[in-house]
Structures are given as structure tokens and as C-alpha cells.
């Protein structure tokens, strides 16, 4: 494992000599256990605090762009908002449905909590610091396979999602369910694509040498990665304009509708801690983690140790506040409408993006030095992205037996493609199937 | 390399810990007070039709691109590696990986045209 | 990782070569406690996946016997029970009743009433419209623009309170006229108003109409073909959407209307896009008739608003029908009189009631999603449905 990891200086020929400060996979494992508990501790309570600001921030600004003045009533600012709002919920009564799968329904809003908390361990929030005479980073931990590790949870959570509306029983929540089950299949492709190129530069799976690795370039600069992640994030976390499972004006709660008090509450958890912690991924991944912006980079006292925390934070919370902004500003997607844009657009734009960018790499690590053509080419890419992404559709949608392009869609029992008519479905003779004829 | 995921399992024994007092304490907190109509299942405020669930199949129309996603998701397996040595391995791991995705593509493209990534 | 995802799934799935299973099809009901219906309409859906197989309005969760009632009321009462069925256009269902029986009784009513009602009329077309605007986009998940619509909503209805009194349910029409004359200075507190709404207009463009997402959830979806206005009954911003160039205000003129160049907006699309730009574009079209009817009010004479009348209002015996452009379409007062101080019947047509009958029609076919976007363009009041 060391092996694989030990590569990625040479991955890097314009990368500079990694600081003292920066951390490598070997830096953890050597914790004392109380500043392991100590850690785990603080990240814990960094997620339930971030929440409570979060629920007060986003009903805030929203507020603020709404005209309104917003939560002011409980705390200095209305700060108190979220735990306000988390201790009546913990005072309502619980309601279980009568029709409800009793073991699946209580055990999905501890799946969909768990993961959310776990994900974080791996981000690098700070440098290498020294507590109490321990030197160490300021991340939980580090695997040589982190960035695996925070999509295989973000990916768990989603059973949360989906065994809570299918457990309900009850018609609201089963079809939020289903489309977050769909939401999945659609964005994890290129959630998990897009950060391939970083990967190609960094050379290593592990967040603290992706962080190293970004001393003196963010890998913001990959524009179209980034893009398509942030896309696939919005969709991965069930925020506007993605927020489909719940989608109100629709489903009512969508899959929530059946939860109450402090299960309710859970799933609230989860979803702005699953926010956050994409905003933390984005941060690590493409905004430089926790290094010192711009120019602050070069004094070496801002951009190490702790002042990391307070430039991660910063960057966190810009992040986020795009989340919010987001849902102040654009009605929700139909469900076919953001698969067609995950399955036809980002995922074959990730696809080719990767190619470009894994040739520009065997050029520089082959020879020349591009990387300087390769914003020009990445910012052509992008603009040619946003233009058929929001390129007006002048045809209409098909309702008359069209295909997506225009081609007449091959009939066999009443789906377009040709699968074996499912039980219960009826077979219209008059699509007459002149593909089955051949199979 | 055991050290490492350490802290990972701490933080799950919190959460979990956290989670699970939550769900039971939600029993004790709220009050009770019991009415047929509250344990029903929501619609709209009226009696409820028999769902399927349970009793009935419900449709999923996108089964088809579930079954695609896995071949994309091993896709993705294999990249991940691809990329991580991909300074080692040079112009041939370019090659080789041109090749593969190339191959996912035809199928994806095939798949694309028969209409297979439509959804209802 | 996610490979299982697909596995959880397979529960739900009818898969391949199950051969004993069938799927069923699934019965929701839209309503009546339903964000998308705002009000207390039902809609059961017949569901295959999410798409709709068939759907049936079912409605009367908010009957309240208006016409019976009518006939229980003097002329004089008539006029608070007529404006409540549909309570965002509480003016222009006012006007409807007055105007009945004024004809009935043969008055003539003062032109500065006549000039003042259709004032207020557009005002109250822009009220009800801006309502709309709002609450439309909200189905949608944005949930911004009905904070902007509600915010100059405020302000005319200070307009409308300010000279009736009432925010919602005006009480400011009499049999021959209105209750009183106009304060000082409201016209000029009217021209700001109108000035208000209009500069908002652009943000409402820039946020929802020329919004991709927006556009893609409603361009094409719940298509509704101008023979399918027509055999409905469907009227006013809907069936215009359509191509049904009709407006009473230009083709069957009254109040004051004979004398101004009424702006008839339409499309041609016929679908939830085009119904929303119609909308959009009346409340550019009633501020600018609103802002002439204030102009033509300072240049008339003073005179009387109102024309005194005896204790006891009875209407002659006789039946007439007066129909008038609401906000939402077509409202006619069809009033049959004995002579007595009660009507003996006072049927009530109202645009909302026949506007919803086409969801028979648009709903089958479409997706949940599609659904909320068709209700929400389909601007009906439940109140107006269910009378």
C-alpha cells in the first residue's frame, strides 16, 4: 500500500517539496487513544453544531433573498433556531404507522445517520499541529483509499432514504423512495467519474496527500470536473433543484412523510451533515483543502497548523452557502428530466473530460509541460458543457411514440426497449415488434 | 495500516450510539395520545386506498439503467486504480484505458439509441 | 459499493421471468389536504409508476350552498355572500350580482361609478393574478417568487383597503353604484401602486419565465387543444392560453370597458408555459388599463357614485344574465326575480368550476410531477369550484 502511495511525488513534477506541515497516509495510526476519542469527539460535535448553524443560516439567507427578515427570536440573530427546532421535535409525539414495516422503519434513519457522520473521518480539516506535545494532523484519520471511503458512505446512506419510504407503507414515501433510489443510479456515475482527473494528478486516493498535493495549484482549475461534481453533489444530497425524495408541492414529505419527532429528525440530520460533508469533499478535492487562499499561501504561519481549520471552515461555508443560494433561486427538475441529465450529459461529458485530461497528463509526465493549455481547453469544454446543457429543447417532449431522437421507438409489448414483456403487461399487437421477429 | 481505520471505528460506535439513543429516546419524550387516524397511512386526509406495498408489485420503470449503473459503477472500480499509478504506467496506461472505455462507450452508445435510457 | 443499491431495489422490482407476479396499479389520491391543490380539491389518480393512467376529479369538499343561499338574502345581502366564493376576486363577483340587478331595475349608474368599478376590477385582476404568479412556481420547488408576488400584492391591496376597507372580501359595491366616493389623494396613491407592481414585473421575467428548469417542466406538458376549451367551458387566462381569442371585456363590453382599448393577451401553445405567460403578461396589460381608468377619473366632473334607493330593493319581475370577465374566466348571474325582495333563483357559473373539468382530459398520460405543474397552471380557486 505504502508502495502504491509513494508514487505520487513523481506524479507531480510541478508540485513543490512537500511542506513539514503537509500530512502523508503515515502520519495517522500513531494517536495516543485519548486524542483518537478526543478527535472523533470533535469532528461529532462539529457536524451537530454545523447542522444547528446550518438549518438557521439557510432559513436566514433564504429569508434575506425572500424579502423576509427570517428566524430572529430565539438567541442573539435567532441563533438558537435549530436547537430550538431539534428539541420540539424530540417533544412531539412519535408517530408509528399502522401499516409501517416496524423493524425496517426504525432502523432506516439510523442507516441513513451513521454513514453521514462517518464520511467526515477521513477530511483534513487543519495541518500538522502539535496537542499536548503530540504532533499530529488535523483530520480523524487517513486510508489510502479515502476518497473510496466517503462515496462508499455517501452511497450507504441512501438505503436510509430508501428503506424509510418503503417501510412507511404508504403511497407518498414508497414514490419518494423509488426516486431516490433512481437519484442514485443516475449521480453517483458521475459524482465518482469526476474526480477520476484528480486522482490522475494527485496520484494518490488519500485525502491528506490530495490536500499536499495541491499546495501550490487548486485542482479547481480541472473547471469541468469540478462542475459536474457540484452538479452531481446537489443531486447525490436531495437538494434543490434536485430534491426529488421529497419534493413537497408533489409527494407532500416525499420519503419522510410517515417519520416523526426525533426519526423525523434524524433524516434532517443526515441530509445537511450528507451537505456538508459533500462542500467538505469539494473543498479537499478542488478548493485546496485547508491551504491558505491566493496569495496567503506564501506566508508560511497562515498555511499550516491550525489557521488550516480556519481557512477549511471558510471555504466549507462558501460552499454550503452555494447550496443555499441554490434553493432560494430554482424550481425542482422532473425525475426523467435530471436522470436524462446525468445518463446523456454528465456522465459521457466526465467520460471524455477524463480522456482529455489523462492525455494532457501522459504529455506532461511523458515530456512538455501543458498544464498551462489546459485551462483554455478546460474552460472551452465547460462552455460548450453549460451550452448544451441549457441549450433550449425545441423538440417536444415525446408523447407521440417518437423516440428521443426522433427515431420511431421500437415497440415490444409497450416498452421502448426491447425487454421481455413483464407480467401484467399487456402486449398491443398493433406495435407490431420487428425487432422480435429476429430475436 | 489496523491503526488507521481505528478512529473510523470509534466514530461509528458515536454515531451509531447517537443514532440509536435518538430513535429510542423518541419513544419517551413526546407524549401518547392514541387515535386510529394518526397511525394511518397519509393520504391527504382521507381513508387510506390499500397500497401495494406488502401485499401488491409496484413498477419500477428504470430497472434497465440500475442494471447500466453497475456496469458503470465497475467502470469506475477499475479506473480508481488507473488513475492512482497512471504516472507509473505511462502512454500504455493511457492506450489501454482509451481501449476500455472506448469498449463501455459502444455499449452505452448502443444502449443509448435502442431507447434503453428512457424512463417513465 | 453501490452494486447492492440495485439489490434492495429488486424487492420493489417485478423482475424478469417472475412470472406469477403482477404489478398493480397504484391509487393515490391528490387532495383534499394536498400542497398542489391548494384548497380542499381531490383528485384520485390511478398510478403505473409515476405515470398517470387515469385521473378524476372529485370535488364538493367545499360546498356551502351559495345559491340556495342567495335565494334567502335580499338584493342588498346578496353582495356579501356573491363575493366569497372566489375570495381572490371578490370585486369582480361583487360586480357581477350589482350589475344584474341594476339592469333589472332599469338604473343608470353614475359614470364616475362606472369608471371608479372598472378601476378597481383591474386592480383586482392584477390581485388575483399575482397570486397566481406566486404560489405556480412554489408547486415547482422555487420557492422565492411568491415572497415577491405577496410583497406588491401588499401594496395594492393597501390601495384596496385603504378606500373599502376590506383586504380580501372588498363590500364596496352597491345596487346602482359604489358605497362611497373616493378618498383625496387615493388616485395618486393608485399610480404609485401600479408603478410598484410594474417594476417588479422584470424580476418576475428573469426569475420563472425565462427559467430553464421552469420552462422545462411546463413547456408542452398538459397540452390542452382550443376544441377541448371549447367543449369544456373553459374560460379566461386558461382557454386564451389555448388560442381561444375571447375576452367579454372586448367582446361583450360593459362597465367602461366599450371605451377602452382592452389588450387581449393570448397564446397559442396551449400548454403550462403558455398559460403562465398569459398571466405574466395581463398583469402588464390590467395595470395598464388601471392607470387609464385612474387618468379618466381626475378628469371627470365630480358627481355622484352611487343613486339613492328605496329602503326595500325589489327586483321586476324577470330573469336576466349578466356574465362578466373575472380574473379566472367567464362568472355569469343568471337571476330570475318574482318580484319579490329575495331572487327566486340566482344561478351562479363560475370559471373555475368549468376550468377544472378538462383535468380529465390533460392528467392521463402525464407524470406526478407533470401533474403539479398542470394543477398549479390551471388557476382555479376551490372556493370557485365548489360554491
Sequence with gaps: MNQLISTSPLSLPSRAPVAATEATVSTFGHDPWWLILGKVVAVFVFLVLITLFLIWAERRIVARMQQRLGPNRTGPFGLGQGLADGIKLALKEEIIPAMADKPVYFIAPIVATIPAFLAFAVIPVGGVVSIFGHVTALQVTDLPVAVLFILACSSFGVYGIVLGGWASGSTYPLLGALRSAAQVISYEVSLALALVPIFLYAGSLSTSEIVAAQNRFWFVFLVPSFVIYMVSAVGETNRAPFDLPEAEGELVGGFHTEYSSLKFALFFLAEYINMTTVSAVATTLFLGGWHAPFLLSRVPVLNSGWFGLVWFTLKLLTVLFGFIWLRGTLPRLRYDQFMRLGWKLLIPASLVWLLLVAAMRTLVVEDVNLRRNLVPVGIVFVVLLLLVSFWPSSKKPDRDGEGEDGHPEIAVGNRAFPVPVLPGEQTDPTLAPREVTRA | ?120 | MEKTAVGSLSQLTVGVGAGDMATADMVLNIGPQHPATHGVLRIALTLDGERIVRAQPIIGYMHRGAEKLFEARDYRQILVLANRHDWLSAFSNELGVAMAVERMLGLEVPARAIWARTLLAELNRVLNHLMFLGAYPLEMGAITPIFYAFTEREVLQAVMEEISGGRVHYMFNRIGGLKEDLPAGWLDRVDDAIAAVRRRLPDFDRLIRGNEIFQARTRGVGVLAAETVLAYGASGPVARASGVDFDLRRDEPYLAYAELDVPVVTRSDGDCYARFEVLLDQVAASLGLAGTCAQRLRDLPPGPINVRLPKIVKAPEGETYTWTENPLGINGYYLVSRGERTPWRLKLRTASFSNIQVLGELLPGCLVPDMVAILGSMFFVVGDIDK
Aim: glycine share 10%; aromatic share 20%.
Design chain 2, 1 to 120: 495500516m489496523g491503526h488507521v481505520y481505528m478512529p473510523i471505528l470509534v466514530l461509528f460506535v458515536l454515531a451509531a450510539a447517537f443514532a440509536v439513543g435518538s430513535v429510542t429516546a423518541a419513544g419517551f419524550t413526546g407524549p401518547k395520545r392514541y387515535n386510529r387516524a394518526k397511525v394511518d397511512a397519509y393520504e391527504c386526509g382521507i381513508e387510506a386506498t390499500p397500497q401495494p406495498v406488502g401485499t401488491a408489485h409496484f413498477p419500477v420503470k428504470y430497472y434497465l439503467t440500475a442494471m447500466l449503473f453497475i456496469v458503470f459503477d465497475i467502470e469506475i472500480i477499475f479506473l480508481y486504480p488507473w488513475a492512482v499509478t497512471f504516472s507509473k504506467l505511462g502512454f500504455f496506461g493511457l492506450v489501454e484505458m482509451v481501449l476500455f472505455i472506448g469498449t463501455v462507450f459502444v455499449a452505452y452508445a448502443y444502449v443509448w439509441r435502442r431507447g434503453g435510457l428512457q424512463w417513465d
